[in-house]
């Protein structure tokens, strides 16, 4: 189902090591799509808090631990850790496609397009989650995670270029956590 080369192994258990965890698995995921890429998350998983319908690839030294739900568009990945003179870090090559559903790659598309470039102007993104029915579900990142202006432009900006586009989508949900993130604009009041 993956492939975990050498140079990754040996970065995962060095970080399981680091912390103490040498008996951890590795939870892997994906969190959204954007720019023709899928967005990954990558985490230590304690012994244990695997969840029921996890999908678990035994990379031999430690587990893998997918959410249903991502488990289908990892098939076939290639994790890797790469040094170079642009950084160091994890490299995932996918051969999936991000969307096989016609509506869902549209939508995609009019993000890719249309919407983000226009965010980008503010450090700002938005991701497609999925389509359900007459539902898109996004989560906004960057400078637009808990900005004090994302209603107005989630309501006038992003709803209203994707209704205008496809006007059989009724509602469009804000899935974003706004108060959390590493720079968030927004901070809830303390007391």
């Known amino acids: 189902m993956l492939v975990i080369t050498e140079a990754a192994k040996e970065k995962i258990q060095s970080v399981m090591e680091s912390q103490g965890r040498p008996q951890d698995g590795l939870r892997l995921g994906i969190v959204g799509r954007r ?46 850790y790469v040094e170079n003179i642009q950084g160091n870090g994890f490299k995932i090559d996918n051969p999936n496609p991000l969307w096989t559903d016609p509506q869902h790659m549209a939508v995609q598309e009019l993000f890719d397009t249309r919407i983000n470039p226009n965010l980008a102007g503010h450090g700002g993104f938005v991701d497609l989650l999925e389509v359900k029915e007459d539902t898109v579900y996004v989560r906004l990142g960057g400078g637009c995670q808990g900005c004090g202006m994302v209603d107005v432009t989630l309501k006038h900006g992003i709803v209203a270029m994707i209704k205008e586009e496809f006007p059989e989508i009724d509602n469009v949900v804000d899935t974003t956590d706004h108060a959390s993130g590493e720079n968030p604009y927004y901070q809830p009041g303390k007391g």
């Open 35 to 80: 720019m023709a890429s899928f967005q990954y998350s990558l985490g230590l998983v304690e012994s244990g808090q695997d969840v029921d319908d996890d999908v678990v690839f035994d990379a031999g030294d430690f587990k893998v631990y997918m959410d249903a739900g991502s488990a289908s568009n990892l098939e076939g990945v290639t994790i890797d």
